[in-house]
């Protein structure tokens, strides 16, 4: 009896490459020169998510403030061995975006190709000029190939991720945004097609921003189905091992208006394009699973590029040089939705089988030495156990 033909899966619609830009950021890493950090993150964006191969990338590559005997990459301090490492990794770091997103056409040597590109500088300005002692500006070296497709921006001191982000922001010619840092692997399957569906579904239907989130129990209680609550969408996390079960977590279950929103609005939305097309094998149309998400995060995650601008970066006082989005308008967003204001900030979390599924992993690209010297140090470690 001939074996049961299971029925071929639904391919993926293939996702408009002109609404996301991605914005990859990278820094001094002990692994340098080797650029092994990155090639994993782009090998999960082939294996989970490979739109994010298709978009315009823009590579902002961080640096180091001063060189000292001992480093400290956190304080933007490295050793001259390692500041040597480091500019061989800037070399690498652009060949390997080049070759992945603008690879030199045939017969054309690859060097000479990742040279043809169109050189321009900007400034990355922060903190008070009213009462300087310094002209708070860090110089920005930018390069871009010639279509546009791969932007590289390279700081003349550190920057840090908030300015590196913004940078990047501004240069963005798209409506949506992925931010991925260096060292966060995707380990799960993004819908990254019906979820820019349900962002612009709920941009065009949802009320201003200006409305607040108060009562949110009442209207509830008023018997109005959350299917049809139409809220806005314009940020979107994506789970690592510490936001399992979010919605139940002491994050939100110790707050009653954050637990109220999430009982509220915690769904499974139907994106557009599912709702055109044929329902699945199992005759339901694809449900993309959303819970409120009350921070901002830094890791991956996917924005409306606008908006980003706005609420983060509202002026130059709003990030200063070396701080992380999460430790400043991350603390800002959360204080702001405690106040019954998460509707103007509309953060989300991608919540598949009920937030018990990672999508994301951290690889520690702080003190990740690369594979040979991970090796190395474990070989160590068990000659010195064996003693």
Partial sequence: MPAQQLPTPPVPPRVNRDLVTLIITTSPTPSAPSTELLSAVLSSFRAHCPALLEFR??????????????????????????????????????????????????????????????????????????????????????????????????PGVRLGFGLAVRSALRLTETPYVWVHQHDWALVADIPIGPLLDIMQEQERHAPAESESDSSPADTAADGMDRQVLTVPVKYVCFPSIRMVSYATSDHVVQFP???????????????????????????????????????????????????????????????LRGAFIEDTAGHRARCEMKDGQWRRWACWLYYPDDGRRLCVRHLKGRTWRGTEAELAKKMEWLQLSER
């Fill in 57 to 154: 990338v823009i590579l902002v590559i961080d640096t180091y403030d001063h060189i000292t005997t001992r480093a400290r990459l956190k304080k933007g301090q490295v050793t001259a061995d390692f500041a040597q490492k480091f500019a061989a990794y800037k070399d690498n770091a652009k060949r390997l975006i080049l070759d992945q997103y603008a690879p030199a056409p045939p017969g054309k040597d690859a060097d000479s190709h990742g040279r043809d590109m169109a050189l321009s500088s900007s400034e990355a300005e922060f903190g008070s000029i009213q009462y300087a002692k310094q002209n708070n500006n860090v110089p920005l070296a930018i390069s871009r190939t010639r279509d546009g497709r791969v932007t590289f921006i390279e």
């Fill in 257 to 319: 208006a954050l637990r109220a929103l999430t009982n509220l609005h915690k769904q499974n939305f139907t994106p557009r394009s599912s709702a055109a097309t044929a329902p699945s094998p199992e005759g339901a149309a694809q449900k993309i699973p959303l819970t409120p998400l009350f921070f901002w995060h830094d890791k991956p995650h996917l924005a409306t590029t606008a908006h980003y601008l706005a609420l983060v970066f509202p002026n130059r006082m709003s990030m």
